[in-house]
């Protein structure tokens, strides 16, 4: 990159931080002792902008960083995951989001804890938030770090290190100092930046083209050097069984996850209703849609346009084609409306990611605070200690993400999200939607149905050859691998489930009955909901 583009998206990149720090220590000049205003942000945000927060929080790097990079190195089989984030929103509306807000209070555990013993119920959960928060993390910030490689002409891997650490300390600072109400206003800024700037690219990646859809496909197939078949199943996940395996465990992953992703549950406690929850996921599903539909645009465009080949050369997990297309967009490297452009489309990127990791951060110290620790006190914590406690956990979970980061720095970041998507999917998801519908749920089958899906999900990624085996994986000179896919949400979620039922069925516990009464009034009508 040149000089005047290294500048100018510096320069935004200084901007947003010092909006979003100026917005953290004005939100942290109010009382932010209580709980309920730590985590929930006093539960004073409206559906919009609640709606806005959720988008923000959801529409990550993997969506515009990770996911229009697959598209534009593998065409249809890339456009797979724009489909599956966009249909898991289906599951969050008819079967989440109201009853989550009507049953819990801060965390997942809130939910199930209702009606079972709860501290080794909340134990189990609040480990599950905790491990699916940190991949999440690692994933936002391998964007990061790829981001920043391209913007400094990839002079070594020392930048994208310091990259990484510098968003962990931020991400910490914004969660200590403004808790949630802090976060949600700055993923209502990244929203309306990243919705805007997608609007720009797309509308003038149509320009580019005449607004003729048709020649922009056929020209990405042709530069992408597959033909046909880069517009047919098949080019990424078809090759043999193991891959078609592989894209079914990656689609049951990307649908199923969502439901189960701490940071995106503990946005529904933040509105005052249940009514307001579900209006907040309708304001959600719109902003969201429209984005992966001009995610698809933007994917292809940077195939006609920017090519495959320069895409790799520049990230060979293709992280980086959407700055590349806005560069060529706005007239090139020694262009200024490219300088402008690349510099603006850049910094969008990294507020993404900034207000991704903050959402992901609080869920995950919240975790911490509310879930572990006041377990482990064996009595309920005080709400002080609590909400420091999950100030002093946020440092930890940066600390952790940032190590991991590290080390997974050259992988796909929409990838790197798809396992977080697996794990949340085996471990939150069967225990959520059991203590929700079934009547004669225990607290065995509770904790086994996380454990029963966490456990698995992270064993086989571990024998995966996400981690050894082929020269893409993180350790490439060794070889452990036995689990021949790259997702285990095929194999994981459907263990999760049946542990969960065998848990109960062979728990000497008999099912409060009285307790389900209430949880099932309590979630369809919202009385005595906090």
């Given at each position: 990159?040149t000089?005047?583009?290294?500048?100018?998206?510096?320069?935004?990149?200084?901007?947003?931080?010092?909006?979003?720090?100026?917005?953290?220590?004005?939100?942290?000049?109010?009382?932010?002792?209580?709980?309920?205003?730590?985590?929930?942000?006093?539960?004073?945000?409206?559906?919009?902008e609640?709606?806005f927060?959720?988008?923000?929080?959801?529409?990550?790097?993997?969506?515009?960083?990770?996911?229009?990079?697959?598209?534009?190195?593998?065409?249809?089989?890339?456009?797979?995951?724009?489909?599956?984030?966009?249909?898991?929103?289906?599951?969050?509306?008819?079967l989440?989001?109201?009853?989550?807000?009507?049953?819990g209070?801060?965390?997942l555990?809130?939910?199930?804890?209702?009606?079972?013993?709860?501290?080794?119920?909340?134990?189990?959960?609040?480990?599950?938030?905790?491990?699916?928060?940190?991949?999440?993390?690692?994933?936002?910030?391998?964007?990061?770090?790829?981001?920043?490689?391209?913007?400094?002409?990839?002079?070594?891997?020392?930048?994208?290190?310091?990259?990484?650490?510098?968003?962990?300390?931020?991400?910490?600072?914004?969660?200590?100092?403004?808790?949630?109400?802090?976060?949600?206003?700055?993923?209502?800024?990244?929203?309306?930046?990243?919705?805007?700037?997608?609007i720009?690219?797309?509308?003038?990646?149509?320009v580019?083209?005449?607004?003729?859809?048709?020649?922009?496909?056929?020209?990405?197939?042709?530069?992408?050097?597959?033909?046909?078949?880069?517009?047919?199943?098949?080019?990424?996940?078809?090759?043999d069984?193991?891959?078609?395996?592989?894209f079914?465990s990656?689609?049951?992953?990307?649908?199923?996850?969502?439901?189960?992703?701490?940071?995106?549950?503990?946005?529904?406690?933040?509105?005052?209703?249940?009514?307001?929850a579900?209006?907040?996921a309708?304001?959600?599903?719109?902003?969201?849609?429209?984005?992966?539909?001009?995610?698809?645009?933007?994917?292809?465009?940077?195939?006609?346009?920017?090519?495959?080949?320069?895409?790799?050369?520049?990230?060979?997990?293709?992280?980086?084609?959407?700055?590349?297309?806005?560069?060529?967009l706005?007239?090139?490297?020694?262009?200024t409306?490219?300088?402008?452009?690349f510099?603006?489309?850049a910094?969008?990127?990294?507020a993404?990611i900034?207000?991704v990791?903050?959402g992901?951060?609080?869920?995950?110290?919240?975790?911490?605070a509310?879930?572990?620790y006041?377990?482990?006190?064996?009595?309920?914590a005080?709400?002080r200690?609590?909400?420091?406690?999950?100030?002093?956990a946020?440092?930890?979970?940066?600390?952790?993400?940032?190590?991991?980061?590290?080390?997974?720095r050259?992988?796909?970041?929409?990838?790197?999200?798809?396992?977080?998507?697996a794990?949340?999917?085996?471990?939150?998801?069967?225990?959520?939607?059991y203590?929700?519908?079934?009547?004669?749920?225990?607290?065995?089958?509770?904790?086994?149905?996380?454990?029963?899906?966490?456990?698995?999900?992270?064993?086989?990624v571990v024998?995966?050859?996400v981690?050894?085996?082929?020269p893409?994986?993180?350790?490439?000179?060794?070889?452990?691998?036995?689990?021949?896919?790259?997702?285990?949400?095929?194999?994981?979620?459907?263990?999760?489930?049946?542990?969960?039922?065998?848990?109960?069925?062979?728990?000497?516990?008999?099912?409060?009955?009285?307790?389900?009464?209430?949880?099932?009034?309590?979630?369809?009508?919202?009385?005595?909901?906090?």
């Amino acid at each position: 990159m040149t000089g005047n583009q290294q500048t100018s998206a510096l320069l935004l990149f200084s901007a947003f931080i010092a909006v979003t720090l100026g917005i953290t220590t004005w939100v942290g000049r109010n009382r932010q002792g209580s709980q309920e205003e730590f985590y929930a942000g006093g539960r004073l945000f409206s559906p919009m902008e609640n709606g806005f927060a959720i988008a923000g929080d959801y529409m990550s790097a993997a969506s515009f960083l990770g996911a229009t990079g697959l598209i534009a190195l593998y065409g249809y089989d890339g456009l797979l995951y724009v489909v599956g984030f966009l249909v898991a929103w289906l599951v969050v509306l008819f079967l989440v989001a109201e009853l989550v807000r009507n049953c819990g209070r801060f965390t997942l555990a809130d939910v199930v804890a209702a009606r079972m013993s709860e501290r080794p119920v909340r134990i189990a959960a609040g480990t599950s938030s905790v491990t699916v928060s940190v991949l999440y993390l690692v994933a936002q910030m391998v964007g990061a770090g790829s981001l920043v490689a391209l913007l400094l002409g990839n002079t070594g891997e020392a930048a994208r290190s310091w990259t990484v650490i510098g968003v962990g300390a931020l991400m910490v600072i914004y969660v200590s100092l403004g808790g949630m109400r802090a976060t949600t206003w700055i993923q209502i800024v990244k929203a309306v930046l990243l919705l805007g700037g997608t609007i720009v690219l797309t509308a003038l990646v149509l320009v580019r083209f005449h607004g003729d859809v048709d020649q922009l496909l056929s020209t990405a197939a042709e530069r992408s050097g597959h033909g046909s078949a880069y517009l047919a199943p098949g080019l990424k996940y078809g090759g043999d069984w193991t891959a078609r395996f592989d894209f079914m465990s990656l689609g049951l992953a990307l649908v199923l996850g969502t439901a189960g992703l701490p940071h995106i549950l503990s946005r529904f406690y933040t509105v005052p209703t249940a009514q307001a929850a579900r209006r907040s996921a309708v304001w959600s599903i719109g902003l969201i849609g429209g984005f992966y539909l001009m995610t698809i645009v933007l994917g292809f465009g940077a195939a006609a346009i920017v090519g495959p080949e320069a895409v790799r050369g520049s990230n060979a997990s293709g992280n980086t084609a959407v700055p590349l297309l806005a560069l060529d967009l706005g007239g090139g490297a020694d262009s200024t409306g490219g300088t402008v452009l690349f510099a603006v489309v850049a910094a969008v990127a990294f507020a993404t990611i900034l207000a991704v990791v903050a959402g992901v951060t609080l869920a995950s110290s919240a975790s911490v605070a509310h879930d572990l620790y006041a377990s482990f006190r064996r009595r309920h914590a005080e709400p002080r200690s609590e909400v420091a406690v999950a100030r002093v956990a946020a440092v930890g979970v940066g600390v952790v993400a940032i190590a991991l980061s590290l080390l997974a720095r050259d992988l796909n970041v929409a990838f790197l999200v798809g396992l977080a998507f697996a794990v949340a999917a085996s471990a939150n998801l069967p225990v959520l939607l059991y203590s929700l519908f079934w009547r004669g749920f225990t607290t065995r089958g509770a904790v086994w149905a996380v454990y029963g899906g966490l456990v698995p999900a992270l064993a086989l990624v571990v024998l995966s050859p996400v981690v050894s085996g082929s020269p893409e994986s993180l350790f490439p000179t060794v070889d452990f691998q036995y689990f021949p896919l790259q997702n285990p949400g095929l194999v994981s979620i459907p263990l999760g489930f049946l542990a969960g039922w065998l848990g109960t069925v062979t728990s000497a516990e008999i099912a409060d009955e009285a307790k389900h009464a209430e949880t099932e009034v309590r979630s369809l009508t919202g009385a005595g909901a906090a």
